[in-house]
């Protein structure tokens, strides 16, 4: 994968967006744990993953992580993974977040697109996602892309008690 500047507009990688100036993508690896997973229990607290299930994530062949980085000092302000085994036909996101200073200046939208170009590389057709029913920012973010709600996982984020609300995004005639 190339380096790429930040998306304005969904389904557009490549084209720049002013509010993300001086950051950029680049692929991750486990040389970025201690960043993302510092990221990941400050944004997801009760949700967040586990240090070891991060690391397992970031060495996954199967998977394609990505984060999104200032410079000098190279700062991660973002990132998100999908999973994409090659031959299956299906990919999940995994996961994403930016930090909150780095919100709403279209990175979480490069991210994205980004996972997407990862999993039309491994010729999937359906792109799946699950997210909080409490959350509608994400929700928006995924509706923009084009994805749509196929189920509700009821209580699916526990303790909680919260909906886990299922979307799909059909890539197959996008290869
Ligand atoms: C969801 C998240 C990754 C979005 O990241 P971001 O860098 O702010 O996203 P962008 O700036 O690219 O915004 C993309 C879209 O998200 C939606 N969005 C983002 N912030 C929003 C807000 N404050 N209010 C409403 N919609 C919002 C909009 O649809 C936006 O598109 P637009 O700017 O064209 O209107 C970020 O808010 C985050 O990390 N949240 C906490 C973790 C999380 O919820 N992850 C998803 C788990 S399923």
Redesign the pocket.
């Known amino acids: 994968m190339s380096e790429q500047t930040?998306t304005?507009?969904?389904g557009e990688p490549g084209s720049t967006d002013p509010?993300?100036a001086g950051i950029r993508i680049r692929r991750a690896d486990q040389a970025d744990l201690d960043q993302i997973f510092a990221i990941e229990v400050d944004?997801?607290a009760s949700d967040a993953w586990s240090r070891d299930l991060m690391h397992h994530e970031l060495v996954d062949k199967n998977c394609h992580y990505v984060v999104a980085v200032t410079d000098a000092p190279e700062t991660i302000v973002?990132y998100?993974g999908v999973l994409a085994p090659r031959g299956s036909g299906d990919a999940d996101?995994q996961?994403?977040?930016?930090?909150?200073a780095?919100?709403?200046?279209?990175?979480?939208?490069?991210?994205?697109n980004e996972l997407l170009v990862a999993a039309r590389e491994a010729r999937a057709q359906r792109v799946f996602?699950?997210?909080?029913a409490d959350?509608?920012?994400?929700m928006?973010?995924?509706?923009?892309l084009g994805f749509a709600e196929i189920g509700v996982r009821e209580g699916y984020y526990q303790p909680d008690n919260v909906d886990a609300v299922i979307m799909r995004l059909d890539i197959g005639g996008q290869q």
């Open positions: 930040p304005g507009q969904p509010r993300s944004v997801f973002g998100g996101i996961t994403i977040a930016t930090i909150p780095a919100r709403r200046r279209g990175v979480g939208r490069v991210i994205m996602l699950e997210v909080r959350n509608p920012i994400a928006g973010l995924y509706r923009s």
